[in-house]
């Protein structure tokens, strides 16, 4: 199936961990997430990429996201950040 939705969380996955099945998408990139937390996402029909933590501290997040948008006009890209989450 083509990919719809893409999510974004910088850095570590952290407190989203618990959180982010509770959001649809078809792929989600982080920094870096747990293992039992990659095989539950996995086993639950999401595709996770992990770029590290370092590498995807808020600036990426903001990057990627407007990137995406320009070059695949047809998904819909939701940037994720802890503090809007654990509201």
Same mark, same amino acid.
Do not use: C, W
């Given at each position: 199936?083509?990919?719809?939705?893409?999510?974004?969380?910088?850095?570590?996955?952290?407190?989203?961990?618990?959180?982010?099945?509770?959001?649809?998408?078809?792929?989600?990139?982080?920094?870096?997430?747990?293992?039992?937390?990659?095989?539950? =996402?996995?086993? #639950?029909?999401?595709?996770?990429? /992990?770029?590290?933590? +370092?590498?995807? @501290?808020?600036?990426?997040?903001?990057?990627?996201?407007? =990137?995406?948008? #320009?070059?695949?006009?047809?998904? /819909?890209?939701?940037? +994720?950040?802890? @503090?809007?989450?654990?509201?």
């Amino acid at each position: 199936d083509p990919v719809k939705t893409v999510a974004l969380a910088a850095g570590g996955l952290g407190s989203l961990a618990s959180k982010i099945m509770d959001y649809e998408f078809d792929v989600f990139i982080t920094g870096e997430v747990k293992y039992n937390i990659a095989v539950e =996402l996995y086993d #639950n029909g999401y595709f996770i990429m /992990e770029a590290g933590h +370092y590498e995807t @501290e808020k600036l990426f997040i903001s990057d990627v996201s407007g =990137l995406l948008r #320009n070059r695949f006009k047809d998904i /819909e890209v939701t940037e +994720y950040y802890e @503090e809007i989450i654990s509201e």
